[in-house]
């Protein structure tokens, strides 16, 4: 594919910096640059020229974008998305719907970090754009109403999610949802993709561990907080307890502080950074609490935002120190256990098994070798997938937010699935294994999707 496939019509082309284009004078770091005159000023909290001013426009980026891959679009790439940025915050192009349509349509995947030879940082750049988004964009009126009960109802209030969590276990259990799927209105009104994302709700929520400490089995080698986070309490508690089991089987003390709560990964993403700072300062405070070796979690997307916090709060002189040394301390669970050592499992899987590398794992965090590390030790095959590292299309909430567009990423992917022969797929994010186990489906394949510590509970013993 080209990398100069097509941009839109009345948008320069961004294949080199506007020679008008310059940095404002004086201007902070998370500010917009000045308009020019008689140009409107965009909304405050944009990125500034500081990070935007890296990026050379060599188009590396754009094999490795996945949304350019499907789309063919230049102002679907992070090249392009980078280019608009700079013509809203120069006032050149208007923050309205085309702005707002290709940046939503960004995974926040940072593949284009991998591949970039400048060190474009563009995973705080896109965030910061869509801060930017909502200060000066109006949405439409359901889908302001639904991110505003989502982000700031839902996810932040654990009484909340868990009402919410009842409610969609009795439709799910109560023959509901079978009904509906088989009436056909799920497909009349366009949803019945996303009622396949929908994430089997748990008999048994994991908030009633929140606040306990599990003691290491044998001698004891550390000492770790665990982050419970949000929806794998009331949809992945099993893998919540496969995580703790693993770690006490393998002499860690556990503790799972009281009082912890969402740590505003998806605030962040969808450019809610307000509200995202709330959640990383209450977070510090619990989680600094207590003498911990590591704070850990089993969910890359979590970890990648927690690991981010300093940058988060880099203009709060209360917090900037704190969150430094919380980020010292957060630790991915395979990365942890990587560091430390696993002990010899009571069984082997004996298996093949294919890593998906998550992208906040991989590519965020720079963390490719450990889950692979630990499968081998409990006696997996591994197989390797073509383009392991690219995104399958789940990025949070974008395979709702954005459902047309995932799914043609998750076709290939699955296409690469397919292309090798594997007993399972194992990952290390629930995000990524709700939509594998979406694919899996659609395909008809009979092939398990588990999370690496899933497999090493079994190797334990436990499951």
Known sequence: MSETTAFEPGVPSPHMHDPDLHPPVGAAKDAP???????????????????LSTCVHC????????????????????????????????GKMALGETFVQHIDRCLGCVACEIACPSGVKYGRIVERARAQIEQGYKRPFVQRTLRSFFYNKVIPNFRTLSLVARLMRFYQRSGMQTLVRKSGLLKLLGVAD?????????????????????????????????????????AFSHLNRATVNVLTQNGIEVHIPAGQGCCGALHAHAGLREEARELARHNIDIFLGGEYDAIVTNAAGCGSNMKEYDDLLENDPAYL?????????????????????LRPPKRKIGQKVAYQDPCHLANAQRIRTQPRELLAAIGCELVELPHPDQCCGSAGVYNVAQNELSMKILEKKMEDVTSVSTDMLATANVGCMIQLRAGVEERGLKLPVKHVMELLDEAYGSS
Not at 65 to 77: A, F, H, I, N, Q
Not at 219 to 228: D, L, S
């Open 33 to 51: 640059s000045s308009a020019p005159q008689g140009a409107k000023a965009a909304p405050p909290g944009g990125p500034s020229w500081e990070l």
């Open 59 to 90: 188009g590396l980026c754009l094999n490795h974008c996945p949304t350019y891959k499907v789309l063919g679009m230049e102002m679907d790439s992070p090249r392009g998305r980078i280019y608009q940025m700079l013509q809203v915050n120069e």
């Open 194 to 234: 996303l009622d396949k994302l929908s994430p089997q709700i748990d008999k048994e929520f994991f908030f009633d561990e929140i606040g306990k400490v599990f003691p290491a089995v044998g001698e004891k080698r550390g000492q770790v907080a665990f982050v419970a986070g949000c929806i794998n309490n009331v």
């Open 321 to 341: 120190g704190r969150a430094k040394e919380f980020k010292a301390r957060m630790k991915d669970v395979t990365e942890y256990l990587a560091a430390v050592g």
